[in-house]
T-cell receptor, first 114, second 111 residues
Framework: EAQVTQNPRYLITVTGKKLTVTCSQN?????MSWYRQDPGLGLRQIYY???????DKGDVPEGYKVSRKEKRNFPLILESPSPNQTSLYFC?????????????FGSGTQLSVL | RKEVEQDPGPFNVPEGATVAFNCTYS??????FFWYRQDCRKEPKLLMS???SGNEDGRFTAQLNRASQYISLLIRDSKLSDSATYLC????????????FGAGTQVVVTP
C-alpha cells in the first residue's frame, strides 16, 4: 500500500532533550516536506526536500533540522526542543513537488514539549 | 495578504442542506488546486482535484474562477459525516516545492 509513515504518533518530552521524528514513504517520491499545524494558523512549512541531499527552508525553519540521505526517508530533528515547538507535525510527499501534484500526508505526530 | 485565504467558519449546516465556501489565492499563475478534508488532529486527506473549470464527485462540486482567483467547494445533501475542516491546497505554479495552504474552513453538520 502506498503510504507515508510517520513516527511516533505522540511524543512528550522536556525542554532541551534532542528528538527525531521519522518519516518514510514507499512511493519513490522525489519531494518530501514537513509542516506544523497550530490552531488558527493552518499548516506551515518547516523544511522541504526536492531530492536526495537537496533540502531548503520553508516558512518556519528556526529550531529544526532535516536530512535527506535516502530518497525514502526525511527525518525531522529538534536539537533542543522548546515549549513553543509544541504542535501537530505532518510529513508529506509528492512525486516531484510540481504544479499538478497532490500531497500524500503521514498520520501526524503530536509533540508536547514541557 | 496571505497567499491562500479561507473563511474559517464554522459553517453550521442542518443535515440534508447545501453548504458552499470559497478559497481565494493570490498567485495568478497557479494551475491546479486541491481540496483536502481534515478530521480533528488527523492527517489531511484528498477530497477533490481541480485542474480546469471545475470537478464533481457525487455530492461534492468544486469550481474554479480564474478571473476572480478563487475556488469553491459545494456540498449537497450534507451528512453528519461531512463534519470536518476543509483545506484548500495550491501547489507551486512552477517546481519550487512550496505548496500553499489555507487555514481551513470548519463545517459542522447538525441533526
Amino acid at each position: 500500500e502506498a503510504q507515508v509513515t510517520q513516527n511516533p504518533r505522540y511524543l512528550i518530552t522536556v525542554t532541551g532533550k534532542k528528538l527525531t521524528v521519522t518519516c518514510s514513504q514507499n512511493m519513490n517520491h522525489e519531494y518530501m516536506s514537513w509542516y506544523r499545524q497550530d490552531p488558527g494558523l493552518g499548516l506551515r512549512q518547516i523544511y522541504y526536500s526536492m531530492n536526495v541531499e537537496v533540502t531548503d527552508k520553508g516558512d518556519v525553519p528556526e529550531g529544526y533540522k532535516v536530512s535527506r540521505k535516502e530518497k525514502r526517508n526525511f527525518p525531522l530533528i529538534l536539537e533542543s526542543p522548546s515549549p513553543n515547538q509544541t504542535s501537530l507535525y505532518f510529513c508529506a510527499s509528492s512525486l516531484f513537488g510540481g504544479s499538478n501534484e497532490k500531497l500524500f500526508f503521514g498520520s501526524g505526530t503530536q509533540l508536547s514539549v514541557l | 495578504r496571505k497567499e491562500v485565504e479561507q473563511d474559517p467558519g464554522p459553517f453550521n449546516v442542518p443535515e440534508g442542506a447545501t453548504v458552499a465556501f470559497n478559497c481565494t489565492y493570490s498567485n495568478s499563475a497557479s494551475q491546479s488546486f486541491f481540496w483536502y478534508r481534515q478530521d480533528c488532529r488527523k492527517e489531511p486527506k484528498l477530497l477533490m482535484s481541480v485542474y480546469s473549470s471545475g470537478n464533481e464527485d457525487g455530492r461534492f462540486t468544486a469550481q474554479l474562477n480564474r478571473a476572480s482567483q478563487y475556488i469553491s467547494l459545494l456540498i449537497r445533501d450534507s451528512k453528519l459525516s461531512d463534519s470536518a475542516t476543509y483545506l484548500c491546497v495550491v501547489p507551486p505554479p512552477n517546481s519550487w516545492g512550496k505548496f500553499q495552504f489555507g487555514a481551513g474552513t470548519q463545517v459542522v453538520v447538525t441533526p
